[in-house]
């Protein structure tokens, strides 16, 4: 069972619209959640880091936990073509120390 | 305020030889971290450190080695270099507490012919 897994997508919104990830989680002691964004042939770039349940709004972006249903969001209101990039989910494992487990990523592609 | 350095950025290297990817961070952060990425397929952990010293295996380790011998400084090794390590690899580094992200490089871009 993957520690962590995404959509692949891609997903593609309209420029404007709300683009929603999604991410789910198999450890239910993780207690730290991050999202990455990475531009083709670039390094993850943080963008958001969420720890408690609920919604963390950041500008545009909104993180949202729900621990209980071992799921993590990330909303991206008013899609910008330079949203456009692939967003990786990363959970930190308590079972395993400080390891961070990633998703393997969600294409998001911006249309304008 | 330089962050993660790695270095070289890009290599091409033949089947059978060897090389290490430098990386070096100025946060003084005690994690540090070596991923390998390969098209689609996210980010795997090769190596991480916890300080100086001590290393310990991630999910990808074979084919691979590191050392710790300072905070700043953590290189990986290939030995006996083969076509399935071509890949994109990625040092990050941390404070160490589970609630602190990880902080990435530029990132090698490796080609094993």
């Known amino acids: 069972q993957k520690e962590v897994e995404q959509n692949s997508g891609p997903l593609s919104v309209p420029e404007g619209a709300i683009a929603s990830l999604n991410c789910t989680y198999s450890?239910?002691?993780?207690?730290?959640f991050f999202w990455y964004r990475q531009y083709s042939g670039k390094s993850p770039e943080l963008i958001m880091s969420?720890?408690?349940?609920g919604d963390k709004e950041d500008g545009r972006f909104t993180a949202q936990l729900n621990k209980a249903s071992q799921y993590v969001s990330l909303l991206i209101r008013d899609s910008q073509p330079s949203d456009s990039a692939t967003y990786l989910c990363?959970?930190?494992?308590?079972?395993?120390?400080?390891?961070?487990?990633f998703g393997t990523g969600t294409s998001l592609t911006v249309i304008p | 305020n330089a962050g993660v350095t790695q270095t070289p950025k890009f290599r091409i290297l033949k089947i059978g030889q060897s090389m290490t990817l430098q990386c070096t961070q100025d946060?003084?952060?005690?994690?540090m971290y070596w991923y390998r990425q390969d098209p689609g397929m996210g980010l795997k952990l090769i190596y991480y450190?916890?300080?100086?010293?001590?290393?310990d295996k991630g999910e990808v380790p074979n084919g691979y080695n590191v050392s710790r011998s300072t905070t700043e400084d953590f290189p990986l090794r290939l030995e006996l270099a083969a076509p399935s390590q071509t890949s994109v690899y990625f040092c990050?580094?941390?404070?160490?507490?589970?609630?602190?992200?990880?902080?990435f490089g530029d990132g090698t871009r490796l080609s094993i012919l």
């Open positions: 990050a580094s941390s404070p160490g507490f589970s609630n602190q992200p990880q902080h």
């Open positions: 450890d239910r002691g993780s207690q730290s």
């Open positions: 969420i720890y408690s349940n």
């Open positions: 990363a959970v930190n494992a308590l079972s395993t120390g400080n390891q961070f487990y």
């Open positions: 946060m003084n952060h005690n994690y």
């Open positions: 450190s916890v300080g100086a010293g001590i290393t």
